[in-house]
C-alpha cells in the first residue's frame, strides 16, 4: 500500500539553526500539510499546500517557516532559525482530491529535538 | 482551541468486548469526521471516516456514528482485540474550506487487556 515517507526520523539541532524535514507524499495526491505535535499536546495543523502554493496556514506558521514542493515528489519544511518551542513531532500528510472526503495519510514523523 | 474534544483520555476493556469512544466537536462548519489510530513512534494511520450527510458508517469491526444535532461522533470496535491497543484520535474537517485541514482531538488510549 503507497504510504507517506519522512525524513529525518530525529532530528538534532542547535538553537538558532536552519532544519529542513523532508517528505514524500503518496505519488498520485494533489494536497500536502504539516502537522505537528509537541510531547503532551494535541496534533496541530501548521499549513496545507495545493497547486504549488500555500492553501492555508495556521497562527504558528510564522515568517520562520516555510515549505516547498522543489521536485515532483519531495514536499519541505523549512524553519529558519529554530527555538526551544520548535521541539515536537512533524507530522507530513498527503490526500487525494479526485473526489471529496478524501482522508489525509500521515508519514511516521520527524521527532526534532532543539537544543 | 477546543473545536474537537475527547473527554476520555484512556479506555480498558477486556478483549472480545466492545470498546467504544467517545468525540464532540462545537463548529457547526465540519462536515467530515474521522478516526486515526495512533502506535508509539508511528504516525496517526487513518481508520475510517464519516461524512455529515450520513449517521452510520460501518468498516468490519469499526463503527463510526454520527450525531449532527448533539455534535457528537463516536467509534465501535467489536470485538476489541489486543492488537487494537493504541492512541485514538478523533478528527475533523471543513470540506468546503480552502486548505480542509484536519482539528484533531486529544486522543483516547485503548487498552485491550487479554
Known amino acids: 500500500e503507497p504510504e507517506v515517507t519522512q525524513t529525518p526520523s530525529h532530528q538534532v539541532t542547535q538553537m538558532g539553526q536552519e532544519v529542513i524535514l523532508r517528505c514524500v507524499p503518496i505519488s498520485n495526491h494533489l494536497y500536502f500539510y504539516w502537522y505537528r505535535q509537541i510531547l503532551g499536546q494535541k496534533v496541530e495543523f501548521l499549513v496545507s499546500?495545493?497547486?504549488?502554493?500555500?492553501?492555508?496556514k495556521s497562527e504558528i506558521f510564522d515568517d520562520q517557516f516555510s515549505v516547498e514542493r522543489p521536485d515532483g515528489s519531495n514536499f519541505t519544511l523549512k524553519i529558519r532559525s529554530t527555538k526551544l518551542e520548535d521541539s515536537a513531532m512533524y507530522f507530513c500528510?498527503?490526500?487525494?482530491?479526485?473526489?471529496?472526503?478524501?482522508?489525509?495519510?500521515f508519514g511516521d514523523g520527524t521527532r526534532l529535538s532543539i537544543l | 482551541d477546543q473545536q474537537v474534544k475527547q473527554n476520555s483520555p484512556s479506555l480498558s476493556v477486556q478483549e472480545g468486548r466492545i470498546s467504544i469512544l467517545n468525540c464532540d466537536y462545537t463548529?457547526?462548519?465540519?462536515?467530515?469526521f474521522l478516526w486515526y489510530k495512533k502506535y508509539p513512534a508511528e504516525g496517526p494511520t487513518f481508520l475510517i471516516s464519516i461524512s455529515s450527510i450520513k449517521d452510520k458508517n460501518e468498516d468490519g469491526r469499526f463503527t463510526v456514528f454520527l450525531n449532527k444535532s448533539a455534535k457528537h461522533l463516536s467509534l465501535h470496535i467489536v470485538p476489541s482485540q489486543p492488537g487494537d491497543s493504541a492512541v485514538y484520535f478523533c478528527a475533523a474537517s471543513d470540506e468546503g474550506a480552502a486548505g480542509n485541514k484536519l482539528t484533531f482531538g486529544g486522543g483516547t488510549r485503548v487498552l485491550v487487556k487479554p
Open positions: 500528510a498527503s490526500r487525494d482530491r479526485t473526489s471529496v472526503n478524501q482522508p489525509q495519510h
Open positions: 499546500f495545493y497547486n504549488n502554493e500555500i492553501s492555508e
Open positions: 463548529n457547526s462548519m465540519f462536515d467530515y
